[in-house]
């Protein structure tokens, strides 16, 4: 495939000298360092001095910390480098530094959902919430290192349960309501946390979900729990009748005058946890720590996406994406956060629209599926809306489309900042993603972050130079993992992401690098599920589909679609004398939808003999998965115990491919 060209965009006279990069990197040279001559030398500069830049970014993003630290890195050895060390601070409180020291009254926090009407937060009234439900968690004996996890929509309190948690030196881990019992068991099963914030139901696109059965279901099944806080997000569906359960109103109005509290912590102290694919088990618990999330969103949100005091910054995100963590690290830069909670689609595609214009959002994020289903459904947002505020948009999830690019500048606005971003959950945050420094190219994404020294690999551990490789990280940056939880000697750490290439982080991700900085994304290295941007471990659905009877085996891969997005395509062996009917294939995709998610449904399901597995009686999702973007894996046949399975796979796959009939993705 040829590497797209096309200049879509170039930054003005404000984004080359007045950007938030721009100042940092005239700041720089005045402090001793450069002289840049572009984007490219500055990026060159933050890698090869990574105490430096990194310190740098404390000392320029103003850090609020009790000591600051003795060192900025210890060794450049992955894994293993230790950041900040002899630091003392509080993720909270750098989050709500605008809160604390600014105008109280100011607007911080927009929600909009579709379950209750909007509401808005001042600073005062966001930190009187955050210090009262401290108040409660006290009460409850959470502690710093406690877990605090939280089963709802992207609505205010959860960023008040977050705000509260990591304040009080507590972990927070959030999943979305519309996760399954399982899906959710499977997750904060292995954290035990404390508390859990639960909430009672919610409307997403004109339905009511009612959650009070799965609640009591969850209350049970996560070990560990001492309270349940309850919110009434639809208050005719109540609480459950049950001493475990204390509705959020209760909690916090019990301590309406309680002040904030900032446990003054280790930089490498856990804030989050956050939840891989799961592709061998149940999904890798990933903790991130408090200087590694806050310098790295600091060093994102303020210069890379040129995000300040006075804008208005809106993600679509649930609370189960990383991004939302992101959102929420909004904050440092003073920005207004708009939270929304519903369906992008509810009362039509254009909602999110409506929003960013009757709220003035200045940078707006989504999913490049998103954009897609707007291009497609022929919007003009542009148009139809008043968009002038807007000057920034950012998309992830999956690669976003060379004609999505065109669509934005066409359709939604000519001159804006479009950054396709891409990292992930591993690192809470990005390798590659935009600058107000570069050109937009169509169908690139504009560069590396600065101190992200990220490379393309060969299989065999050399520098790909501009040709396609594996994504990799050839030097630490704060925002790697401290490590996983319940993996005492790392060796969960270790095999995740140092297995290909000793010392040197690979991604999972298949990239190339082009002459002028930029990058394109081929999609994951592994067979890891990415339907409409919510990465999926394959194993979540072998639990739910092979504990129906009538299913003696399967497989689960992801196929590329046409509009760019992944389909879960499923094969099942069936159990003796069944077959694979229509209603079968129907309770199949329920169970799947109520135990893990709507996202984990499968577009297609193929009835075959046999599944292929390795000799080592491991499934072979990844040579399916690269049959079905037309490359056959030598090696990995190689590897078959069974290679003739694949060879009828592939029978089947262009048998269904003659098929017109089959569903509708769901
Ligand atoms: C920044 C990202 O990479 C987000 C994601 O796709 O999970």
Request: charged fraction near 20%.
């Amino acid at each position: 495939m040829s590497m797209q060209e096309e200049i879509l965009w170039q930054p003005g006279p404000r984004e080359l000298t007045q950007s938030a990069m721009a100042r940092y990197r005239d700041w720089l040279v005045q402090e001793g360092h450069g002289p840049f001559h572009d984007y490219q030398d500055l990026h060159n500069w933050s890698v090869s001095h990574p105490s430096a830049f990194w310190g740098s970014i404390w000392r320029y993003t103003g850090v609020r910390a009790s000591r600051d630290p003795d060192q900025v890195l210890d060794s450049t050895t992955m894994p293993g480098a230790r950041w900040f060390a002899g630091a003392r601070l509080n993720f909270a409180e750098n989050l709500l530094r605008h809160a604390i020291h600014g105008n109280p009254s100011e607007e911080v926090v927009l929600e909009t959902s579709e379950s209750r009407e909007d509401r808005r937060l001042d600073r005062a009234t966001l930190l009187a919430r955050v210090a009262s439900l401290q108040a409660w968690l006290q009460e409850q004996g959470v502690t710093p290192g406690d877990r605090v996890a939280g089963v709802v929509g992207n609505t205010h309190e959860a960023l008040v349960g977050m705000l509260a948690t990591t304040g009080l030196g507590a972990i927070w881990s959030s999943a979305s309501p519309d996760f399954g019992v399982s899906a959710i068991v499977d997750r904060f099963g292995q954290i035990e946390p404390k508390v859990l914030l639960l909430t009672n139901g919610y409307r997403y696109n004109g339905k009511v979900f009612d959650r009070t059965d799965q609640n009591r279901e969850l209350s049970r099944q996560i070990p560990g729990i001492q309270r349940v806080l309850s919110l009434s997000m639809l208050p005719e569906l109540g609480h459950p009748d049950d001493s475990l359960f204390v509705p959020w109103e209760t909690a916090l109005s019990a301590y309406p005058k309680a002040t904030p509290i900032f446990e003054q912590l280790p930089a490498d102290h856990p804030v989050y946890i956050l939840y891989s694919s799961g592709t061998t088990g149940v999904p890798k618990c990933i903790v991130h720590g408090a200087g590694g999330m806050l310098l790295n969103h600091s060093k994102e949100l303020l210069l890379h996406a040129d995000l300040g005091a006075g804008d208005t910054f809106f993600y679509f995100t649930t609370t189960g994406w990383m991004m939302w963590n992101w959102l929420a690290s909004g904050l440092l830069t003073g920005a207004r956060l708009v939270l929304f909670d519903g369906s992008p689609a509810h009362p039509d595609l254009d909602c999110l629209w409506s929003l960013i214009s009757r709220e003035r959002v200045t940078h707006f994020g989504t999913s490049a599926k998103y954009l897609g289903n707007c291009r497609k459904a022929d919007l003009e947002p542009g148009n139809t809306h008043d968009l002038s505020a807007l000057r920034a948009l950012f998309s992830t999830g999956s690669p976003l489309l060379p004609e999505d690019f065109d669509w934005v500048y066409h359709s939604v606005k000519a001159d804006l900042m479009l950054s396709s971003i891409s990292g992930g959950t591993d690192i809470c945050g990005c390798f590659v993603g935009g600058t107000p420094l570069l050109p937009v190219r169509r169908g690139e994404i504009q560069c590396r972050m600065l101190g992200v020294d990220a490379r393309a690999y060969t299989p065999d551990g050399r520098d790909a130079g501009h040709d396609r490789g594996e994504l990799v990280c050839v030097t630490p940056f704060p925002a790697m993992p401290v490590r996983f939880w319940n993996d005492p000697d790392g060796a969960r750490y270790r095999k995740s992401y140092f297995a290909t290439y000793p010392g040197i982080w690979a991604h999972g991700d298949f990239i190339q690098f082009t002459p002028h900085g930029g990058a394109v994304i081929y999609g994951r290295s592994d067979a890891t599920l990415n339907p409409g941007g919510v990465r999926i471990g394959t194993a979540e659905i072998y639990r739910q589909v092979e504990t129906i009877a009538e299913v003696a085996d399967s497989l689960v891969v992801g196929a590329p679609h046409e509009d760019g997005d992944v389909e879960v395509v499923l094969f099942v062996v069936m159990a003796p004398d069944q077959t694979l009917t229509p209603e079968l294939e129907k309770r199949i995709r329920s169970r799947i939808r109520a135990n893990a998610s709507p996202r984990h449904v499968p577009a297609r399901i193929h009835a075959v003999s046999q599944i292929p597995y390795t000799r080592s009686g491991k499934k072979v999702e990844l040579a399916v998965a690269r049959m079905l973007q037309g490359e056959t894996d030598a090696e990995n046949l190689g590897a078959l115990a069974n290679p003739e399975s694949l060879q009828e796979i592939a029978r089947c796959l262009a048998l269904a491919g003659q098929d017109k009939s089959r569903p509708a993705r769901p």
